[in-house]
Every structure is written in structure tokens, then in C-alpha cells.
């Protein structure tokens, strides 16, 4: 975990940075979006607010996969077997993949929310 927390703070640089084309598809995998809530879940509670945030958001995001893959999962058992795969190793390309999904998410909201507020300056 201590890994988790060495590269955290570049997952929160990337992901405060201007949206970019993303390629990595959403994953139905329970095992990479638990690694997503964790590399998460370890910027919560950094001392820079910004990053914090992110931390968050991060968390929920994943949080709302893992819970859509597996309604009934024993959470705590799933981290527990999750943690140890997050290794300095597996830490670029996590951190590439987590922040990818949620830019490219964060997108498709954006985009939708402006193509509503378009139709109700409409009426």
C-alpha cells in the first residue's frame, strides 16, 4: 500500500490537468476497478485540498463500479486481496487507466450537461 501512496499525487496531477483523448475502455473487471478505488481512496487524506477532491471523486466513481459488478461484495475481503497487486510496478499504467476512465467519464458529463442546458435555452 505504501506504493499506493508514493505515486498517488501523479494520478492527481493527471486528472486535474486539461481533459485528453482517452482510449482505455470502462472495465466490467472487478479486480481493476477495486485497484482504481484504492490508488483513490489513498489521496484522501492528502494535506493539498485539490488532491483530496480527487481522491474522492475517484473513490465514489469506483466504488459505483465495484458495487455494479458485484452487488453482494464482501468490500473488505476484495481490498484486502486487491492491495498487495498495487505495486510500484503496476503503478503507471493504474494510474494511466483510473484517470483515463474518469476524464473520458468526465467528459461524456460535461458534454451532456452543456446539450441540456442548449435545450432548455430552447424553449
Do not use: W
Not at 508514493?6 to 482505455?24: H, K
Not at 485539490?50 to 471523486?57: D, R
Amino acid at each position: 500500500m505504501k506504493a499506493v501512496l508514493i505515486g498517488a499525487a501523479a494520478v492527481a496531477a493527471s486528472m486535474l490537468s486539461p481533459v485528453r483523448a482517452a482510449t482505455a475502455q470502462p472495465s466490467t473487471d472487478v479486480s481493476h476497478a477495486l485497484q482504481c478505488f484504492l490508488l483513490g481512496g489513498s489521496l484522501i487524506n492528502n494535506s493539498d485540498e485539490k488532491i483530496k477532491s480527487v481522491g474522492m471523486i475517484t473513490s465514489m466513481f469506483y466504488a459505483g463500479q465495484v458495487f455494479a459488478i458485484e452487488p453482494n461484495i464482501d468490500l473488505t475481503a476484495a481490498m484486502r486481496r486487491e492491495a498487495p497487486k498495487i505495486t510500484e510496478a503496476r503503478l503507471p499504467a493504474l494510474r494511466t487507466e483510473c484517470s483515463s476512465e474518469l476524464q473520458r467519464r468526465g467528459a461524456q458529463m460535461s458534454a451532456a450537461g452543456q446539450a441540456l442546458q442548449a435545450d432548455a435555452a430552447k424553449k
